[in-house]
């Protein structure tokens, strides 16, 4: 029997629909524990606020989650994690708190010597955590950042194979195509459209996120500190977001089931 420790809920959240694609790669490996998704559509975007603005966003997230008594919170948006994780984990030192980064070492590591093309928001992009992350690679690929603030638009929309989005992500990769090896997705949100990004760049291009990492790293921590559920079930998942609006809940339950 799992004990009420190990029975609690793991905490997930991101600025809207994005971190859904963190969600599902936990819930594939670890399918027997409870989940609470919650998404911050009201504030969506984040990746254009203040690194401020995203930690007090998160924060508070992060106390509604401890009302909820969970035993591990996963910030499942770069740009959140960038601006507010090593914050967080000295304010909430006994709290296992995962963060995402953009997957560059599976990108550069694909193919020796090999252009690597980083996709995030303006934000993820401009903080010195991913100046961190570029400042170990780039000796061993080029590394060219691409802003995409506006495909997070589109995912909270619910349009992930419309003409409007590949007309929007032809015009932002032309100027790279048949010049790059990987794309490394450094967003939550851009899973959605990693099949339209792959028909632009060609299947020869390797398309990479950072979901099944933080996914491993949660799975980790727990087993770390003997928190995981042993029992044989189907975990719940509850939805949450803070746009009032139903149709959240649903695009939510929707985008989750997507293949």
Avoid: W
């Amino acid at each position: 029997m799992d004990s009420e420790e190990t029975k609690r809920p793991i905490g997930i959240f991101d600025s809207g629909m994005g971190g859904l694609t963190v969600l599902r790669e936990c819930v594939k490996i670890m399918g027997n524990e409870d989940y609470i998704f919650y998404g911050d559509s009201f504030n969506a975007p984040y990746g254009v606020k203040s690194t401020e603005q995203v930690y007090r966003l998160s924060k508070k997230i992060v106390q509604r989650f401890l009302k909820q008594d969970v035993k591990a919170i996963v910030i499942a948006c770069n740009t959140a994690t960038s601006a507010s994780a090593s914050r967080l984990r000295k304010e909430y030192p006994e709290l296992p708190i995962i963060g995402l980064e953009p997957a560059l070492k599976p990108a550069v590591l694909h193919k020796k010597n090999s252009t690597v093309l980083v996709m995030a928001t303006p934000l993820t992009l401009k903080e010195k955590k991913f100046e961190n992350l570029m400042n170990r690679f780039e000796d061993q690929a080029k590394i060219i950042k691409l802003p995409a603030p506006d495909l997070v638009e589109f995912v909270e929309r619910g349009e992930i194979d419309t003409p409007e989005l590949k007309k929007y992500l032809r015009s932002i990769l032309n100027p790279y195509l048949g010049n790059i090896d990987a794309v490394v997705l450094g967003c939550t949100h851009f899973p959605f459209a990693k099949r339209a990004i792959q028909q632009i760049v060609g299947n020869d291009v390797y398309v990479v996120d950072g979901g099944a990492g933080a996914a491993r790293e949660l799975r980790r921590l727990l087993e770390a500190k003997n928190e995981r559920r042993k029992e044989k079930r189907i975990g719940k998942i509850e939805f949450l977001n803070s746009n009032p609006d139903p149709q959240e809940i649903e695009l939510s339950k929707k985008l989750f089931e997507l293949d």
